[in-house]
């Protein structure tokens, strides 16, 4: 079912939409 | 061909042909003293039909190297291209390189330098000052433990919607693009919540 999923996100070209919630922003100044 | 019955000599042909281009042509060889015979008795040749020929030795320096690969043809050992390729590629200034880029190469002797020789993997490596080394990684050290408890803290509510929806036949598409996102985000998750487990830094 992921196999499917993952491929209906890359037949649709919307693989970028999953990946958008996985980018991390860091601030360095307040760390 | 047999032993003899002129490869080396035969390989002038095709590079020559192939230099006319003028983005240059390599000869591969398997020692220092094989590409300067080579370079020298072939070269003849090469220059009656007006084509310059560079012979890269191991101690040459980078401008010595630099003049034999602009050369029309060159002649070198698998070790020589093989390390000035890995030096180029630290290099930061595009002038401190001394290969262009590579259009046309033959090898000669392609037994001991495609099997033989190339038991020996190319390796390069250089000294790292331990001050920098430690600078670096004590500067870098809590942006990316802040990017793990993040990425953590993301796989766990995935994790947490896959276990809420489960059950719940109309969801299977939205749990499988949890899990989808689960195994991009954190891979090593992935392999893991089979078996139940999540990532250890929650945050």
């Known amino acids: ?31 | 061909m047999a032993t003899g019955e002129g490869k080396t000599l035969v390989a002038t042909m095709p590079l020559y042909l192939n230099a006319l281009a003028g983005r240059g042509a390599h000869l591969v060889t398997v020692n220092d003293y094989l590409a300067r015979r080579d370079a020298s008795w072939m070269g003849k040749v090469y220059e009656i039909l007006g084509l310059k020929v560079g012979c890269i030795q191991a101690d040459m320096s980078n401008e010595e190297r630099k003049l034999a690969y602009y050369a029309d043809i060159t002649y070198g050992t698998n070790n020589e291209f093989g390390f000035d390729y890995l030096r180029d590629n630290m290099k930061t200034r595009i002038e401190d390189k001394v290969q262009r880029k590579h259009h046309y190469a033959i090898v000669d002797e392609v037994d001991s330098v495609l099997v033989d020789e190339a038991r020996t993997p190319l390796i390069i490596s250089g000294p790292v000052t331990a001050s920098q080394s430690s600078d670096l990684f004590a500067r870098l050290r809590p942006n990316v433990e802040a990017c793990r408890r993040a990425a953590g803290r993301l796989v766990n509510g995935l994790l947490t919607s896959v276990e809420e929806n489960l059950e719940d036949e109309d969801k299977e598409f939205e749990v499988a693009e949890a899990l989808l996102k689960v195994s991009r985000g954190d891979p090593k998750t992935s392999g893991s919540s089979k078996s139940g487990r999540r990532p250890e830094s929650t945050g």
């Open chain 1, 1 to 31: 079912m992921i196999s499917r999923v993952e491929a209906d996100f890359m037949r649709e070209k919307r693989l970028h939409e999953l990946d958008e919630e996985l980018f991390y922003v860091i601030d360095e100044k307040a760390t």
